[in-house]
Nanobody, 119 residues
């Protein structure tokens, strides 16, 4: 059984930094894509940053230059370093991955971690 386990997040003042991490575990044959989405109250879930199937990195325009996505391939883990945080970055952040197992190739979601930017 595949799981995405998130860590990090919390409360930070505007201009501060946080890091969230996501580790995929289970009988993984291939990790095709992995990254982060977020959902603020009353809004739709949106892409934050992701490593694509082709190996490139996509960032939302709103986080370019402030957020950095990195990965540890050996550990099936991605990290999202968030700097210069703004109140509008407040949201539940969800890890997302497309994972191939012996049984299927499908999308998985983490349980979400709250990021709150407030003074």
């Amino acid at each position: 059984q595949v799981q995405l386990v998130e860590s990090g997040g919390g409360l930070v003042q505007p201009g501060g930094s946080l890091r969230v991490s996501c580790a995929a575990s289970g009988r993984i044959r291939e990790l095709r894509a992995m990254g982060w989405y977020r959902q603020a109250p009353g809004k739709e879930r949106e892409l934050v940053a992701t490593f694509t199937t082709g190996g490139s990195t996509n960032y939302a325009d709103s986080v370019k230059g402030r957020f950095t996505l990195s990965r540890d391939t050996a550990k099936n883990t991605v990290h999202l370093q968030m700097n210069s945080l703004k109140p509008e970055d407040t949201a539940v952040y969800y890890c997302n991955a497309i994972i191939v197992t012996i049984a299927s190739a499908r999308e998985y979601w983490g349980q979400g971690t709250q990021v709150t930017v407030s003074s």
